[in-house]
């Protein structure tokens, strides 16, 4: 059996455990439901179409603080899960046009509250993305499944009463396995500073070294969550910027916008190159909590809106000459994922 649909087999076999449990279902953007303790609402899912979740803390640190932890959280089931679409998109100055799907599924390796070592406390995951391309028309990109392995291997100590030192390394693998070199494995760093300001706003800034979107050396990053009002609340994430009404206890919308990209090696015309695609969305988000009155959260969410600025690129195996592009015009989002929190 080849090996892509040894991969899709075992996608669908973690995909069935998540709905064979009622309370055992990463950027999935409305995690609204943030441990009591957390510094700041932990990134949800692996998200639209970059691979960010490594830049995350553990999602509870309740035994940073003095206080007992709360019970022990399941791990080594996945927790995440969503599919997502982008297209039909017309490919500007040509006759062809482009789609693609995406299917996305992480699994925690540890508690985080249980797993640490002294005033240190670990956290570590994996995902699995599956995307499929369907191009047609003149001029037509030939790689139709593309994959990627994410593994994040994190630590965190308190500093202060409200603040954290976050470091973590997140080796990555991105690739269509018609060809395997050691380009496939991406080792992306990070360090970061996150604090809880007030009961209303919290942060975390800090250095990022990630060599399958940046060419740059380390770029820095900065995020937060600001309950503006009672019932709106303003996020930016690594990759999405979200308008959040939080009137209702169970569901809760609001608009969004983000940016999206990923890069594989990929065999192409005999010959291993890199295929980086970005694009944006805006749209409007929305997610229900399926579990009211219940510690373990169940959350539906679902997106929908319209993609721009997409454009496929095909580079040289060390990433610095452009050999190929293509751009498209605007073209559906649709996003619909189940997001457990224990």
């Not at 960010?52 to 995440?80: D, V």
């Not at 494995?185 to 070294?209: P, Q």
Request: aromatic share 16%; glycine share 8%.
């Amino acid at each position: 059996m080849k090996f892509n649909s040894l991969l899709v087999l075992a996608f669908v076999s973690l995909s069935t455990r998540i709905f064979a449990a009622n309370t055992q279902p990463d950027d999935s953007y409305y995690n609204d439901y943030a441990d009591d303790g957390a510094i700041y609402s932990p990134y949800s899912g692996i998200d639209s179409s970059v691979d960010t979740s490594y830049m995350q803390p553990p999602a509870n640190q309740n035994t940073f603080s003095g206080r007992s932890a709360s019970a022990a959280k399941p791990y080594l089931i996945p927790n995440k899960f969503y599919f997502e679409y982008l297209g039909s998109m017309d490919l500007k100055g040509g006759n062809g046009h482009l789609s693609a799907t995406n299917a996305v599924i992480t699994l925690p390796f540890v508690d985080p509250t249980q797993t640490g070592f002294g005033s240190w406390r670990f956290d570590a995951k994996a995902a699995v993305r599956l995307t499929w391309l369907n191009s047609k028309g003149d001029q037509v990109i030939d790689e139709s499944e593309l994959y990627t392995i994410l593994t994040n291997f994190s630590a965190a100590r308190q500093i202060g009463n409200s603040g954290q030192l976050i470091i973590g390394v997140a080796p990555e693998i991105s690739t269509d396995f018609d060809v395997w070199t050691f380009r496939d494995v991406y080792i992306s760093g990070y360090a970061a500073y996150a604090t809880k300001v007030n009961d209303s706003f919290s942060f975390a800034a800090g250095l990022a070294y990630v060599p399958q979107y940046v060419d740059r050396f380390v770029v820095p990053f900065f995020r937060f969550n600001w309950q503006a009002t009672p019932v709106w609340e303003v996020a930016l994430s690594d990759a999405r910027f979200s308008v959040t009404n939080t009137a209702s206890s169970r569901f809760h919308w609001g608009p969004f916008l983000q940016w999206g990209g990923k890069t594989w090696t990929v065999n192409r015309h005999r010959s291993t190159q890199r295929l980086r695609w970005t694009s944006y969305s805006l749209g409007m988000g929305s997610s229900i909590d399926l579990t009211p009155n219940h510690e373990t959260k169940v959350l539906l969410t679902a997106d929908i809106g319209f993609t721009f600025g997409n454009e496929a690129r095909f580079k040289t195996k060390d990433n610095k000459h452009t050999l190929e592009k293509y751009e498209y015009d605007e073209g559906l989002y649709l996003r619909l994922g189940v997001d457990v929190q224990f």
